[in-house]
Structure formats: structure tokens, C-alpha cells
Nanobody
Framework: QVQLVESGGGLVQPGGSLRLSCGVS????????MGWFRQAPGEDRESVAA????????YYKDSVKGRFTISRDNARNTVYLQMNSLKPDDTAVYYC??????????????????WGQGTQVTVSS
């Protein structure tokens, strides 16, 4: 069955870095646009980064530009989110999402077909 599994979250100090990974199985990863979303307590889920079939086609939420990098490794069926210079406002559960097909990136939750279980990122001193 379709499965997306996030990993790499944890507790870090402000200014620290984490790399989230999302391993995908059960569908053709190389044909699927991917995204990372996050949800803080009491807030709506929001797109933080997205990537099209080409790794050069990407989107970033304004507040993470220059700090986060989304990438994909089709040979490993894995999408990554490198997070640098982390801030307390980055604290949230981070979710990986996959769309069955597409030719660009997608930034709305409704555009995605499959979701991971989420991984907690906590940025605190």
C-alpha cells in the first residue's frame, strides 16, 4: 500500500539545523510532485516547501526562504527538507505529502493525494 514515512525531527536550539526525510513506497515517486507542510498547535496546516518533478522547480514559504531547502532523490524514493537557522516559530509537526501526478509544484493541501504521519520539530533554548 501507499506509504510515506517522515523522519529526522527532534529538539534543537535556535540556530540549529535538522534534515527531514520522507521515504515513499507504493506508487511511482518519480512521477509525483512532493511537498512539505507543517502544523503548529492551534494553527492550520501550511505549506512550507514544494518540489516538482524537476528538482529545479521549487516553492518556499516566505518565512523559510534562504533557510530551508527541499530536494528529492528519485533513486531512493525520498524527499528531503534541509532546515537551517531554525527559529522557535518553526516549531510544528512536519508532514510529507505526495501528489499522484503533475508537471509543477503544488502548495495547497487539497492538491495532494498521500500524506505521512508527521514528525515533530521543536526549536527551543
Amino acid at each position: 500500500q501507499v506509504q510515506l514515512v517522515e523522519s529526522g525531527g527532534g529538539l534543537v536550539q535556535p540556530g540549529g539545523s535538522l534534515r527531514l526525510s520522507c521515504g515513499v513506497s507504493g506508487f511511482t515517486f518519480s512521477s509525483s510532485p512532493m511537498g512539505w507542510f507543517r502544523q503548529a498547535p492551534g494553527e492550520d496546516r501550511e505549506s512550507v516547501a514544494a518540489i516538482g518533478l524537476s528538482g529545479g522547480i521549487t516553492y518556499y514559504k516566505d518565512s523559510v526562504k534562504g533557510r530551508f531547502t527541499i530536494s528529492r532523490d528519485n533513486a531512493r524514493n525520498t524527499v528531503y527538507l534541509q532546515m537551517n537557522s531554525l527559529k522557535p516559530d518553526d516549531t510544528a509537526v512536519y508532514y510529507c505529502a505526495a501528489r499522484q501526478y503533475g508537471s509543477t509544484y503544488y502548495i495547497t493541501a487539497g492538491a495532494y493525494d498521500y500524506w505521512g504521519q508527521g514528525t515533530q520539530v521543536t526549536v527551543s533554548s
